[in-house]
């Protein structure tokens, strides 16, 4: 079982210690690379009481972009787990987002930088983290998480989306053209990027009710991220340049957009 004393992973991990709060567990996950995307990363779950702090840590991200990412699984007792390059079942060489969910299940958590993290701000890009010049994502937050995260927090898994797949430094349609969860946003932009399970959640958790894939349960039945796409308050917006983050006051109409190279 992955749950060791908090402070020891830490310190083998070179993370500070002031970011735990004593008396929790911690859970490690390592994210490992999806669609050839070379990013891969670390992740600490703490959890103390209902309070779940996440840090992550990853590199091979796209410069500049913000890369959606969440806690994706069941809290009731349903297996999932990380997909593979064999899920791409239209075999066109991109691992989307909806082949995906079949293994990791749908969004529990949307790790939100600011705000609610409930999975319909699955897609709210203006609340997830950027990418530094280098690529490099570091996030951190503390979220209170009801008593089926706390007692299934080994089923769930850390996902973050976003790839590069023409290497041209943004999410353009060129890469890999249209998301099938929305045409009016590039694959690049939602496509998964990485994932990681928690150490050791094989042994540790025993599933409910056997495996089942996410087409099969009754909560996957409606594409996650597409309904995120209508509810976020932020869309992607194509612009001449490939992709902007554009804010929206109203569902419909943008009234401001920010070039996406902005962040540093
Ligand atoms: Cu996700």
């Known amino acids: 079982m992955a ?3 908090a402070a020891a992973v830490f310190l083998a991990l070179g993370l500070p210690g002031a ?20 990013s891969r990363g670390t992740v600490m779950l703490n959890l103390k009481g209902n309070q779940l702090t996440v840090r992550i840590e990853s590199e091979g991200m796209v410069p500049g972009q913000p890369s ?4 994706h699984g069941s809290t009731k007792g349903h297996d999932f787990h990380c997909p593979d ?7 066109d060489g991109i691992l989307n987002n909806t082949e995906a969910t079949v293994d990791y299940g749908d969004i529990n958590i949307s ?22 010049k280098k ?14 995260v706390v007692e299934h927090i080994k089923d769930l898994h850390v996902v973050q989306h ?4 023409n290497k041209n430094g943004k999410y353009d349609f060129d890469g890999a053209g249209k998301s099938e969860l929305d045409p009016k946003l590039p694959q690049e932009a939602t496509a998964p990027t990485n994932c990681g399970e928690v150490k050791g959640a094989a042994v540790g958790s025993v599933p409910v009710g056997g495996i089942e894939t996410g087409g099969g349960s009754p909560q996957s039945t409606v594409l996650p991220m597409a309904v995120m796409a209508g509810a976020a308050a932020v869309v992607y917006a194509a612009t001449a340049g490939g992709i902007a983050v554009a804010r929206k006051r109203t569902a419909v109409v943008p009234v401001r957009t920010e070039t996406p190279g902005g962040a540093a």
């Not at 567990?25 to 994210?31: G, V």
């Not at 390059?85 to 075999?91: E, K, Q």
């Not at 976003?162 to 797949?165: K, V």
């Open 3 to 5: 749950t060791v004393p």
């Open 111 to 132: 790790l939100t930088t600011s705000g609610d993290t409930k999975a319909t701000s699955g897609l709210a890009v203006e609340r997830m983290p950027v990418a530094d």
């Open 85 to 91: 390059a064999s899920d791409d079942t239209n075999r």
């Open 135 to 148: 690529g490099k994502v570091v996030y951190e937050r503390t979220i209170t998480v009801g008593q089926d």
């Open 162 to 165: 976003g790839i590069d797949r």
């Open 19 to 38: 970011a735990l709060a004593e008396g929790g567990k911690a859970y490690q996950i390592d994210l490992a690379q999806l669609n050839d995307s070379g």
């Open 68 to 71: 959606a990412q969440h806690l």
